[in-house]
């Protein structure tokens, strides 16, 4: 029959839609409004999953997302998603889920030999079990430890799903939508603040949903129901529902995540899954609620035992009866709640088992108007039964547990008492105290702004939730500024004190020895807690470490003050003496997916593209990322066509004819002013005073440790006024630099300057024809008399306003020509279109690459940081009679002396064979023995067309003077060994008269 | 997350600024020995609380400014313009 | 002064595409600012106050020394762009100025007060426009955008869409202006298009 365990009225489902969903493999119904939890209970499904290391048998313990057992896999293939909590999931049409941690079916779990060898798995039992022998731990014991102790299997394809991230400002946030938070978010909208309100649930209301009150004579659920609409009705507030809070975080950054999609099969078009909101408001209220705690008795696991609190929700939330014939376990009035709502919707409540020898009067004669059964001084000491609990074993609290009362059951709905939610408050950076009156951790002092009113600060009475939440929000809203005029707080009808008496351990019956969990999602027994103690793990932090104890991924919530009152039992001490863990975020568990929000693939990050970048697609160019940039690398100009050939072509094209590369991402600076001059002169190590206006000059800047930091053209266009070209990495680095440097040190320098780097497209134009294919185009006098070398000037380009600058880096003839951006494209076909009878080549950076090799250029390879001036060979550009950056780090002895890597040339030869970037130079016929012998390394390295061998650049220790020696190249990886011979880096036109030309 | 209020545009995230180092470092003169150079390039204290660092406002308007934090607590009690001489923001609010 | 005529056509960062928008929604529009002109206008030390009178006077747009304060007449925008900073934004087309007069007058207006510095090529302007602007905005930048910080007549330089950007907000439908240099353009597009899809069927 479906369904068979449906009330026949009530709840806040909608029986007129039905859903159908399958688990384990099996197709069940259930109404919209049910979570998945809840739709098992009304099929009278208990058994739900296998325990994380005795694979016993567990049912579903709570309501809400603090649930430690009814843990499973939800979706199928892509959206899997494991772990979940069923009592979390809204059911949705075709919803698929499956248990996890059994084999081969949940009925039936083999490694359920677990439970039979638990004095092997105690407290620590990965410290002591598998300590020896070490080889042992990556061959045997973690192969089997992970199939054992898992949880559920990730999906393998990638999440189709779109994730993102939002941010939203408030003057009041509010946490939770339960009396306390909703009579907040009232009472601060109401000064017209700007509130948010927040809650994990579809249905604000909280426990108002799950219990009968009445607040201005309706039903609680009524007045949530309105109150919520009265929020969202006002433009002041933003009601966020299903979204969870999980971190707060430093200066009031508080993180949510919220469920948009999760309630559907899947997103609706351009949704996404799941969404993570940064909200930022000037003051939190904290209206976190509680959660209760189970009772520690024998067996407390089996399916069939829930929370008193869990158990009523089943009833008047989904109107589910989750048992036939109910035992009521507590140490406190608001159970009694549970045994009367169950009682009224016809469930069969043979007994309220009440530790305490005088349980409040009034709810005792109310109980014995209804004919329930009331135990006093009594507690079960042990649930008996296989996969769903048959009876429970009664034993006095007073200690006599040789008579056991066996009272049949399949249902123990039980109630340890309640604790607040502090998990936020801690994470805010504040330390939770406890209050003795609830036995529990209650709100300490605020480190941040925010508070904590009804039961997350420890008031459980209805009223007080009202009237904390209601001061709560008119204060928060005043402190951000807003004044309201004083309205009282809705009222709710009177009900019963809170009082509880402590039980953290029942007797067992006969004294025998049971298993008695108290963190049932890491299978933790109050046993192994003292065995910790016993050992010497008493502290709390150990304890955790030690147990695993709140380690999973329900961070203990239901469990972690069951354990420090145990804990503090075996050391004899008070349990603020104990101590308390720290709460950290998530609050529960957050997808992945959410914190990597959009930028994922494609979108990881954003990437930079030239004005040439289509035409460059277009040819078929392969492109290298740049830091973000993209750049050609190579045209390959036919299939199959190789990167070596096609640098090889792409260089000859250059030395021999004309050929044009894209240099847009070298950095450009604009620099301006009086002092321009002055400031260039600190940043490099070169002087600039004496630059004339239309000259560009080569520059290096140095750090203040001395070493180089960064290389480039620096040309003057007018008296006070300069154009920086940085590298292409360190262009974001370099203006940050210089802005630092005239910001904090130098701030009276008359000096200005910003980054244009995107302004120009910068197209050089190589090789000996440069000059006559110029020619076809610019309307200036190119010539060498007109337009020497390190010569700058504003041109045309046909009819586009340009720099020229006569500047090589390939070392052959050449031209830089910067276009405004937006012309680039067709600067560059123009240029293209003027080459096309001398046949101009385009190259890519690796052609680049091979072309400065063979010039002897420093680039990022050699500037690593670790090199000064003098070890590049460029000392003679230092002006040391000046002050600039670097300067007196640079003339450290050490620096000075003997013994520095300094970049040298190096040939292989061995014909044929290319060298290898990284390889260490060693003394002939040495092997690489240690990296002590090492005397440098190789930097860069490239084949030469032009000298037809391998060459490289490399840092070898007094190179400059150690031209002509021969060495080992070895690269030990690959056992690899190449005679080179060291020269000068610079291995073709060392005399520079190909660039004058 | 910090959220660092910067003299002209306002509180900010922190992933609109760069951190630039220690503050309270003076650098040395032109003429100061060897010695005072190569503390100010490479020794720190590294001080558990109140502290002053350079922050930049890169992702932003651009300025260093001087920012008063507690390296413990990450309380920020005060950020101000590194320059006296970028003209003041006279933020509204 | 260049011929306009004689000028090639601009080509815009962003990919072509066949229609005038690149969102266009019944309550949202991402549109790009095609072929601005955008100068930066930077003063020496001690000159702020004057560079933002001879900006206002050239112009007849206040030119705010104050933070976030942007500015703006039917086709030209004034906004704070920094501390000693300004940026100048213009549509030709709307002005009928012709290429490289805008710069001229701020040279001439600003001569030995400041830095005059030619951007236009180097930003790419997006108008996102209609009721969902602000909600889309949220996912993409942290600043408060809310009529009660933020408004027509202000703007902010920030992170969107991890990107730096300028946000100049132009009226309260709202529509806001973004500026994004031009490498960025298309990530940038891709990012905030991709932020609208959620409203493509309100």
């Known amino acids: 029959m479906a369904q068979q365990f449906r009330t026949s009225s009530g709840g806040h489902i909608d029986r007129g839609r039905v859903i159908s969903f399958t688990f384990d493999g099996k197709s069940y119904q259930g109404y919209e409004g049910d979570t998945l939890a809840s739709a098992l209970l009304a099929n009278g499904v208990h058994l739900v999953g296998r325990s994380f290391k005795y694979h016993r048998p567990r049912g579903i313990q709570t309501a809400g997302s603090e649930e430690p057992n009814a843990i499973v896999e939800l979706r199928s293939g892509p959206r899997k998603e494991p772990n979940t909590r ?31 060898f638990s004095p092997l798995l105690s407290a620590g039992f990965y410290y002591k079990t598998f300590m020896w022998p070490a080889s042992f731990w990556t061959n045997v014991y973690e192969h089997v430890i992970r199939r054992a102790a898992g949880l559920g299997t990730a999906a393998t394809e990638p999440d189709p799903d779109h994730y993102e991230q939002c941010h939203e400002h408030c003057d009041v946030l509010v946490v939770g939508a339960g009396p306390a938070g909703l009579s907040a978010a009232l009472a601060a909208a109401r000064t017209d603040a700007r509130v948010i309100i927040v809650d994990e649930h579809p249905t604000l209301g909280g426990s108002l949903n799950r219990d009968n009150y009445t607040i201005d004579g309706k039903h609680g659920s009524e007045w949530a129901a309105e109150t919520a609409a009265e929020l969202a009705a006002m433009d002041n507030v933003h009601v966020f529902s299903r979204t969870t809070v999980f971190g707060y975080y430093d200066h009031n950054v508080i993180g949510a995540v919220e469920k948009v999609s999760d309630h559907l099969p899947v997103p609706p078009a351009g949704h996404p899954r799941q969404r993570m909101w940064l909200f930022y408001p000037q003051r939190v209220i904290l209206a976190t609620g509680a959660t209760e705690r189970p009772l520690v008795f024998g067996n407390n696991d089996k399916p069939g035992i829930m929370l008193a609190s869990a158990a009523r929700s089943y009833v008047n939330a989904y109107g589910v009866k989750p048992g036939k014939r109910v035992i009521v376990a507590t140490n406190n009035n608001d159970a009694y709640r549970t045994a009367i709502d169950l009682h009224r919707a016809g469930i069969f409540v043979t007994a309220v088992v009440d530790s305490r020898a005088h349980p409040d009067a009034p709810l005792a004669d109310e109980l014995k108007k209804l004919s329930i059964r009331l135990l006093t001084g009594s507690a079960v000491g042990a649930a008996e039964g296989g996969k769903r609990v048959k009876y429970a074993q009664i034993v006095t609290t007073q200690g006599d547990t040789l008579d056991p009362v066996r009272i049949d059951c399949d249902l123990i709905a039980c109630s340890g ?247 847009t991402t070298l950095g450009k600076i604009d620099i301006q002013g009086p002092d321009a001059p002055e400031f260039l002169n600190r940043l490099y190590i070169n002087n600039w005073l004496k630059l004339p206006v239309g000259k560009a000059r080569y520059g290096i800047m140095l750090r203040e440790d001395g070493m180089v930091y960064d290389d480039g053209t620096t040309s003057r266009l007018g008296e006070n006024h300069f154009f920086m070209t940085t590298t292409t990495a360190n262009a974001a680095g370099v203006l940050a630099h210089m802005e630092q440097y005239h910001q904090t040190e130098w701030p009276d320098l008359d000096v200005v300057f910003c980054s244009v780097t995107e302004q120009w497209t910068g197209i050089a134009v190589a090789g000996p024809n440069s000059r006559k294919l110029l020619e076809k185009v610019i309307d200036i006098d190119v010539s060498n008399e007109a337009f020497p070398f390190m010569a700058v000037g504003e041109c045309k380009l046909n009819n586009i306003t340009a720099r020229l600058f006569r500047i090589s880096f390939s070392g052959e003839l050449a031209y830089e020509v910067n276009v405004p951006a937006d012309y680039g494209e067709q600067a560059w076909l123009d240029l293209l279109e003027a080459g096309k009878e001398m046949g101009v080549g385009v190259y890519g950076t690796e052609a680049l690459g091979t072309m400065r090799i063979e010039k002897g250029h420093v680039a990022g390879s050699e500037l690593d940081g670790r090199t000064t001036a003098r070890d590049i060979g460029l000392e003679g550009m230092a002006n040391r009679a000046k002050h600039f950056i670097g300067k007196h780090c640079s003339e450290r002895p050490a620096l000075l002396g003997d013994g520095r890597l300094q970049v040298v040339g190096l040939k292989s030869l061995v014909p044929g064979r290319n060298l290898r970037i990284g390889a260490h130079l060693v003394d002939p016929d040495k092997r690489l023995g240690s990296v002590s012998q090492s005397q440098g390394h190789i930097s860069a390295t490239t084949y030469s067309p032009q000298l037809d061998c391998g060459i490289a650049l490399g840092l070898l220790m007094d190179g400059a003077s150690r031209h002509g020696e021969q060495l080992d190249a070895v690269f030990p990886l690959d056992d690899e060994k190449l005679r080179v011979e060291v020269c000068h880096p610079v291995f073709i036109d060392p005399e520079g008269e190909l660039v004058r030309a | 997350m910090l959220r660092i209020e910067c003299p002209w545009c306002g509180v900010r995230n922190e992933d609109e600024f760069s951190y630039g180092g220690d503050a309270t470092v003076e650098r040395p003169a032109d003429d100061a020995s060897q010695d005072d150079w190569y503390h100010y390039a490479y020794t720190r204290d590294n001080p558990a609380g109140p502290h002053r660092e350079y922050w930049h406002h890169v992702n932003g308007c651009r300025a260093w400014i001087v920012v008063e934090r507690d390296t413990v607590t990450h309380e920020v009690f005060s950020t101000a313009p590194a320059s006296p001489n970028l003209p003041a923001g006279n933020r509204e609010g | ?66 933070p976030g304060i942007s500015n703006a007449n039917e086709h030209t925008q004034v906004s704070w762009n920094g501390p000693n900073s300004w940026m100048v934004v213009a549509s030709d087309e709307e002005s009928g100025r012709a290429p490289g007069e805008l710069l001229k007058l701020l040279q001439d207006a600003v001569g030995e007060l400041g830095a005059v510095v030619d951007q236009s090529h180097g930003r790419c302007g997006l108008r996102l426009s209609g009721s969902r602007a602000r909600q889309v905005m949220a996912k993409n930048t942290a600043i408060d955008l809310h009529p009660r910080a933020f408004g027509p007549g202000r703007c902010a330089l920030t992170s969107v869409a991890h990107m730096n950007a300028t946000i100049v907000q132009v009226d309260d439908t709202p529509t806001y202006d973004l500026f994004v240099i031009r490498s960025m353009a298309r990530s940038f597009a891709h990012a905030i298009e991709h932020a609208c899809r959620e409203f493509a069927n309100d």
Not at chain 1, 447 to 461: L, M
Not at chain 1, 590 to 611: E, I, L
Not at chain 3, 14 to 38: C, F, M, Q, W
């Open chain 3, 1 to 66: 002064m260049p011929d306009q005529n004689s000028l090639p056509p601009r080509v815009s960062p962003l990919l072509p595409r066949s229609g005038d928008h690149i969102v266009d929604y019944s309550n949202l529009r991402l549109t790009e600012r095609k072929a601005l002109t955008a100068i930066q206008v930077l003063s020496f030390k001690g000159k702020n106050e004057a560079v933002a009178g001879a900006i206002g006077t050239a112009l007849g747009i206040e030119c705010s020394t104050q």
């Open chain 1, 417 to 663: 008492g309640w604790n607040p939610n502090v998990h936020l408050h801690s994470q805010s950076g504040a330390k939770p105290v406890y209050d003795d009156s609830i036995l529990s951790f209650v709100p300490g002092e605020s480190r941040q702004a925010e508070v904590s009113a009804g039961a997350a600060n420890g008031s459980f009475a209805l009223q007080d939730c009202l009237d904390q939440g209601n001061a709560a929000g008119a204060e928060g809203a005043n402190m951000a500024g807003f004044e309201g005029k004083e309205v009282k707080a809705a009222k709710a009808e009177d009900e019963g004190v809170y009082a509880l008496e402590a039980l953290w351990i029942a007797p067992t019956p006969y004294n025998k020895s049971y298993k008695q969990f108290i963190d049932q999602q890491n299978d933790v027994k109050a046993s192994d807690v003292e065995l910790a103690s016993q050992e010497g793990y008493d502290s709390v932090e150990l304890l955790k470490r030690y147990t695993t104890q709140g380690m999973a991924t329900d961070q203990g919530k239901t469990s972690n003050v069951n354990a420090l009152a145990i804990l503090a039992c075996q050391r004899g001490e008070p349990i603020p003496q104990v101590g308390i863990t720290t709460f950290r975020p998530p609050y529960v568990p957050v997808a992945m997916g959410v914190f990597a929000g959009h930028t994922v693939g494609n979108d990881f990050m954003p990437v930079r593209r030239t004005a040439i970048h289509d035409w460059n697609e277009k040819q078929g160019a392969v492109f290298i990322e740049a830091g973000l940039w993209l750049r050609a690398r190579y045209f390959p100009q036919y299939p199959g066509d190789t990167l070596y050939n096609c640098y090889v072509r792409e260089t000859e094209a250059t030395r021999n004819n004309v050929a044009l590369v894209d240099v």
């Open chain 1, 86 to 116: 069923a009592t979390t999931i809204e059911l949705f049409d075709g919803l698929v889920a499956n248990s996890q941690n059994r084999w081969p079916s949940l009925d039936f779990d083999v490694m359920a030999i677990n439970n039979l």
